[in-house]
């Protein structure tokens, strides 16, 4: 099913139930391997989920029994979706990264976290962009 493309921020419950129904691997940029911060949570929910997780973070060799990367660049595998627990400004330089890999589909922005900028230019470059949304709040929304 086709979707079209979202504006800067969808609301739309048909294109984010595609984005879920259709990726399987999702990089978590800052996801703290503390079991109290919401980037653990929501990643735990996702694997629950059957989600392949790809830990982003700057220390950890593992976190949720995944192994961690110090970037997005540095992931061998596929990447369907980026989602970032970082401050906005980090999605500028992230988009970027995602472009290059030409891999990634959906740049998600957790809640609380907007970048205009950013999500026009993933929109831009094919992706499907969402900002100030919870990746597991709208799955939960969606498949419960």
């Known amino acids: 099913m086709e979707c079209p493309m979202p504006t800067i ?5 048909k294109i984010i139930r595609k984005i879920f129904e259709d990726c399987k691997s999702i990089a978590i940029i800052g996801l703290s391997p503390d079991e109290t911060k919401a980037s653990n949570m929501v990643a735990r929910y996702l694997l629950s989920k059957g ?30 979706m980026v989602d970032m627990f970082r401050k906005p400004e980090i999605a500028d330089t992230l988009v970027e990264e995602a ?17 205009d900028a950013a999500i ?24 419960s």
């Not at 921020?9 to 419950?13: G, K, R, S, V």
């Not at 997780?53 to 192994?67: A, F, Q, R, T």
Request: glycine residues 6%; contains cysteine; proline residues 4%.
């Open 120 to 143: 026009k230019k993933a929109i831009e470059a094919g992706m499907i962009g969402v900002q100030n949304k919870c990746t597991k709040i709208e799955h939960q929304r969606l498949f």
């Open 9 to 13: 921020n969808t609301n739309d419950a």
């Open 51 to 80: 989600y392949k997780i790809i830990p982003i973070y700057p220390k950890e060799e593992m976190i949720l029994g995944e192994k961690v990367y110090r970037s997005l660049s540095e992931v061998p595998d596929r990447v369907d």
């Open 99 to 115: 472009m290059k890999r030409g891999d990634v589909k959906y740049f998600w922005l957790q809640l609380g976290i907007v970048n």
